[in-house]
């Protein structure tokens, strides 16, 4: 079978969201906000960018931090993240 840890960490933060975009299954989503605390930068705005996608805006709390992320890509996935949840 697939083994996602052989990936690249943002690898499989966008494979997982492809998995649960095809299954219909949003607690991925939930399950994704512990990568929003990440120490790379590629895996929080990849986990915002995910979370954007699959959430409801339940989870804006959870991502809105990265708003003021020291990195200007986190910063830009979590805007875009933000509108998607409807914030």
């Known amino acids: 079978g697939l083994q996602t840890c052989a990936l690249p960490i943002s690898k499989a933060v966008a494979f997982a969201c492809r998995a649960s ?3 219909q299954w ?3 989503a939930v399950n994704m906000r512990y990568l929003l605390s990440h120490s790379s930068p ?3 705005s990849s986990a915002a960018l995910a979370i954007g996608e699959l959430a409801g805006p339940a989870m804006g709390p959870a991502v809105r931090p990265l708003l003021q992320d020291a990195d ?3 910063r830009s996935a979590a ?3 933000m509108k ?3 914030w």
Do not use: D, P, Q
């Open 79 to 81: 805007e875009i993240a």
């Open 42 to 44: 590629e895996v929080r």
């Open 21 to 23: 975009a095809a299954t």
């Open 26 to 28: 949003k607690s991925n």
């Open 84 to 86: 998607k949840l409807g």
């Open 72 to 74: 200007a890509s986190v």
